[in-house]
C-alpha cells in the first residue's frame, strides 16, 4: 500500500500559469482518497527571472509538506529530476515501495482526482502511471495544429491504453524509478527516457487513456525542443504523417501492451 507521496512541478518563468497549476494540485491532495497519506509537494524554480517564486509563495501558503527548490537548469528534466532528489526519500525498499512519485508542469491544470487514481492504481500493482493531456486553449495556434494534432494523437491511443508519454501526466513507485537508474537528468525528453527505462527493468506500466490532465498550447516554447516545439513541427507536417508523433514531445517510442494493465 502507498503511505507516501511526493508531487513534482518544474517551473521555468511560469507566473502566468503557475497559480492555476498548484490551486488544481492542492485540490487534488484533499482528495479523500489520500486520507493518512504523508504527503510533500516541491515547487523547483528553474532560473526563473519572473514572479514565478511569489506565485509559488502564495499558493503554497498552508500547503502541509510544500517546499520550494531552486536550480539553474534552464531543463524541465533536470529540474524535475532536481525536485524528485530534494524529495527523496531514503531508507528501506520497503519504504520505496509504498511511496509514490507524481509529476507535472507549471502550465498544466490536474483534476481532483488524479493522484487519487495514480494511488489506487498504484495499490493494484502498477509501478508507473502515464496519462494524457487535453489541450487547454488553443489560442493562436493554427486550425491545421489543431486537427493534426487530433490526428496524431488519436493514432497513438487505443480503446484501453496510449502510447504518448508526458512528464506532465506522470506518476512512479519512488522504488521502480531507482531499479530503474532514476529520473534521467536530460535536457529533453527525460519523460520518454523514464518510461522506457522503466519498461526495460520489468516495471508495470499503466498507460490510461483516461487519466487526463489540461496543458498549455502556447506558441512560446519554455523549452526548446518541448511540446511547443512539437506544435509548431505540425504545422508543417501533413496530417497523415506517420512519422509526426516521433518529434520532440510526441515520440512513441515504447509499447504499454507489453506490460501495461
Not at 532560473?47 to 498552508?62: H, I, W
Request: hydrophobic content about 45%; charged content about 25%; aromatic content about 4%.
Amino acid at each position: 500500500m502507498i503511505r507516501a507521496l511526493d508531487v513534482v512541478v518544474p517551473a521555468h518563468d511560469e507566473e502566468a500559469m503557475l497559480g492555476a497549476c498548484l490551486a488544481s494540485i492542492r485540490h487534488a491532495l484533499r482528495h479523500p482518497a489520500l486520507h493518512g497519506i504523508q504527503a510533500h509537494l516541491a515547487v523547483v524554480l528553474d532560473t526563473c527571472s519572473d514572479t514565478s517564486g511569489e506565485v509559488a509563495e502564495t499558493a503554497l501558503r498552508g500547503v502541509p509538506g510544500a517546499q520550494i527548490v531552486e536550480c539553474r537548469a534552464r531543463s524541465a528534466g533536470r529540474a524535475r529530476s532536481a525536485g524528485i532528489e530534494h524529495l527523496g526519500r531514503g531508507g528501506a525498499e520497503a519504504e520505496r515501495a509504498a511511496t509514490w512519485i507524481a509529476t507535472t508542469d507549471a502550465d498544466t491544470r490536474v483534476p481532483d482526482d488524479w493522484l487519487a487514481r495514480q494511488l489506487i492504481a498504484a495499490d493494484a500493482g502498477a509501478d508507473a502511471v502515464a496519462g494524457v493531456v487535453d489541450i487547454d486553449d488553443w489560442g493562436r495556434q493554427p486550425l491545421r495544429v489543431r486537427r493534426t494534432f487530433a490526428d496524431v494523437y488519436r493514432r497513438g491511443c487505443t480503446a484501453t491504453g496510449h502510447r504518448h508519454v508526458h512528464g506532465a501526466n506522470l506518476g512512479v513507485r519512488a522504488s521502480a524509478l531507482a531499479a530503474a537508474g532514476g529520473m534521467p537528468a536530460l535536457a529533453l525528453a527525460e519523460d520518454h527516457a523514464l518510461v522506457e527505462r522503466l519498461a526495460a527493468s520489468g516495471a508495470v506500466i499503466l498507460a490510461s487513456p483516461s487519466l487526463r490532465v489540461r496543458t498549455s498550447a502556447r506558441c512560446e516554447a519554455r523549452a526548446s525542443g518541448g511540446f511547443s516545439d512539437f506544435l509548431r513541427t505540425l504545422g508543417h507536417a501533413a496530417p497523415a504523417d506517420g512519422d509526426a508523433d516521433q518529434k520532440n514531445g510526441e515520440r512513441a517510442t515504447w509499447t504499454p501492451a507489453t506490460r501495461s494493465r
